[in-house]
């Protein structure tokens, strides 16, 4: 047996025979890969806190997305379908994937559904589309198409990946804590006037000075304790001082009145595969499918790819075992998404944070996946975590995934600036697709253009073409008059 980690298969120890161990064990290569129960459970907690967010923000975006009609679903409904989905294929990436990685309404796609859908078509027939995703993804897996991109990407650029995914995280975090926002006449600000002020912002701080202190003094369950021990705070304050709702951003922190709530699986099923293009037309709809799957692609193949790396599960050429298991999950996940009108569930990034307190294993999706399925009867328990609270252990994760920076190949302005692009465009655009994208084009063009086109591969040509269009896609559309 072979132990993965950091620096690639290394030889498991003897001690470790597999008639020792139990079949949980072997199934999820708990001990090949370093790894207890403990962790394991930990890790999937941690991951759950750190993404439980999207149960509240998922219904808040959706639900005020008007469809050609007038319709949009309501926020009870959302959250039921949002958790349900979640929970179902998380697990399914536990049982299949057998990685630590969990699944959740993916934050780009929202956006493409909210936005760029809804408008154009009702409801059902833009959740058809996310199907149609998911279907074109899963395509993708099993023809080999997926495997071959990841395989194309270039160490360097890999590894700039996971960096650019670390500070795109912590952007994320320090966002949903209110310690940066935008400001008139700047991009950001530090708080949301220029300086810091309020409670939300004080707990973030602590939670997030527990956590580091703790990781520093190597404290197993580091950052799950930082986010418990922010919670608690939050809730002291909110009651001490009588704080509103506003203050938080939302709901605010408080004891739950009832344990649970009734879940509504009205929006389950209600799917139109082939309205949209009548709808909307063959071109428009063609046009947000391609953009659907070009966002959930990159997004989750930078996602894994971070995931991988950090948990050390990838080899010297940075592959991922059950590679084609994990990727086709993700595309499972995209029609879960469409099935249940909660939008494609794809990788979240998010499970860095449950991989940062140890987890290496399917088991830790199993956990995550169980507490979002319990999460659709225990939402007021859940809902006492304020973001603020969850969001110290992305800045966290951000600041350990930028631990991989020195291993790229600074020296090489061939390979410095693509991985600087790929590195700054994901935070400062709001989105990884974007900054894959770009260092994708630059590696490809600076590379041919110094006389090295022979370190670029097909692949890499096909990829720029197609982020080149994706860039120019609006004047395109514009050109064809869509």
């Known amino acids: 047996m072979t132990r993965l980690d950091a620096k690639g298969?290394?030889?498991?120890?003897?001690?470790?025979?597999?008639?020792?161990?139990?079949?949980?064990?072997?199934?999820?290569?708990?001990?090949?890969?370093?790894?207890?129960?403990?962790?394991?459970?930990?890790?999937?907690?941690?991951?759950?806190?750190?993404?439980?967010?999207?149960?509240?923000?998922?219904?808040?975006?959706?639900?005020?997305?008007?469809?050609?009609?007038?319709?949009?679903?309501?926020?009870?409904?959302?959250?039921?379908?949002?958790?349900?989905?979640?929970?179902?294929?998380?697990?399914?990436?536990?049982v299949l994937g057998r990685a630590p990685i969990a699944l959740a309404a993916a934050l780009g796609v929202?956006?493409?559904?909210?936005?760029?859908?809804?408008?154009?078509?009702?409801?059902?027939?833009?959740?058809?589309?996310?199907?149609?995703?998911?279907?074109?993804?899963?395509?993708?897996?099993?023809?080999?198409?997926?495997?071959?991109?990841?395989?194309?990407?270039?160490?360097?650029?890999?590894?700039?990946?996971?960096?650019?995914?670390?500070?795109?995280?912590?952007?994320?975090?320090?966002?949903?804590?209110?310690?940066?926002?935008?400001?008139?006449?700047?991009?950001?600000?530090?708080?949301?006037?220029?300086?810091?002020?309020?409670?939300?912002?004080?707990?973030?701080?602590?939670?997030?000075?527990?956590s580091a202190i703790l990781l520093a003094r190597?404290?197993?369950?580091?950052?799950?304790?930082?986010?418990?021990?922010?919670?608690?705070?939050?809730?002291?304050?909110?009651?001490?001082?009588?704080?509103?709702?506003?203050?938080?951003?939302?709901?605010?922190?408080?004891?739950?009145?009832?344990?649970?709530?009734?879940?509504?699986?009205?929006?389950?099923?209600?799917?139109?595969?082939?309205g949209a293009w009548v709808q909307a037309g063959p071109a428009s709809a063609a046009v947000i499918l391609f953009t659907l799957i070009l966002a959930g692609f990159f997004d989750a193949l930078g996602t894994v790819l971070a995931v991988g790396n950090k948990a050390g599960l990838t080899d010297e050429?940075?592959?991922?075992?059950?590679?084609?298991?994990?990727?086709?999950?993700?595309?499972?996940?995209?029609?879960?998404?469409?099935?249940?009108?909660?939008?494609?569930?794809?990788?979240?990034?998010?499970?860095?944070?449950?991989?940062?307190e140890g987890a290496r294993t399917g088991l830790a999706s199993l956990v995550t996946g169980g507490l979002f399925l319990l999460a659709i009867l225990f939402s007021p328990v859940f809902g006492m975590v304020p973001g603020q609270a969850a969001s110290c252990a992305l800045v966290l994760v951000g600041a350990m995934m930028m631990m991989g920076v020195g291993a790229i190949e600074w020296s090489d302005i061939s390979i410095a600036i693509p991985a600087f692009l790929t590195i700054a465009l994901m935070p400062f655009t709001y989105d990884i697709a974007t900054g894959i994208g770009a260092g994708i084009v630059a590696y490809t063009i600076i590379k041919t253009a110094v006389g090295k086109y022979r370190e670029v591969g097909w692949l890499m040509w096909i990829l720029t073409a197609v982020f080149a269009a994706d860039f120019g896609l609006a004047g395109i559309e514009h050109l064809l008059g869509l």
């Not at 809804?118 to 099993?142: C, D, N, R, S, Y």
């Not at 940075?318 to 029609?335: F, S, Y």
């Open 9 to 94: 298969p290394t030889p498991e120890p003897a001690a470790a025979s597999t008639t020792d161990r139990s079949w949980l064990d072997r199934f999820f290569f708990v001990t090949e890969r370093g790894s207890t129960y403990g962790r394991e459970i930990r890790g999937g907690l941690t991951t759950f806190m750190a993404m439980a967010y999207i149960i509240v923000l998922n219904p808040i975006v959706l639900s005020g997305a008007q469809d050609i009609n007038g319709y949009a679903p309501t926020f009870e409904q959302l959250t039921t379908m949002t958790a349900l989905s979640a929970g179902i294929v998380t697990i399914l990436m536990g």
């Open 110 to 210: 929202m956006a493409v559904v909210a936005y760029q859908a809804v408008p154009q078509m009702t409801w059902p027939q833009a959740m058809g589309l996310v199907v149609w995703q998911g279907i074109a993804i899963i395509l993708m897996v099993v023809t080999g198409v997926r495997t071959a991109v990841m395989n194309a990407l270039p160490h360097n650029l890999k590894l700039a990946i996971g960096v650019g995914i670390g500070m795109f995280v912590a952007l994320i975090g320090l966002a949903n804590a209110g310690f940066v926002s935008a400001g008139e006449g700047s991009l950001l600000q530090l708080g949301t006037t220029g300086h810091l002020a309020g409670w939300p912002v004080v707990v973030f701080i602590i939670g997030l000075l527990v």
């Open 317 to 356: 050429n940075g592959q991922m075992p059950r590679t084609n298991q994990i990727l086709g999950t993700d595309g499972a996940g995209a029609v879960v998404g469409g099935v249940t009108s909660s939008s494609a569930t794809l990788v979240f990034v998010e499970s860095t944070a449950g991989v940062s």
């Open 218 to 274: 190597n404290v197993p369950g580091a950052i799950f304790y930082g986010i418990v021990t922010a919670t608690a705070i939050a809730v002291v304050v909110t009651y001490v001082f009588q704080l509103g709702d506003d203050t938080w951003g939302g709901s605010a922190p408080r004891l739950p009145e009832t344990l649970f709530t009734a879940p509504d699986f009205s929006l389950l099923f209600q799917v139109d595969l082939f």
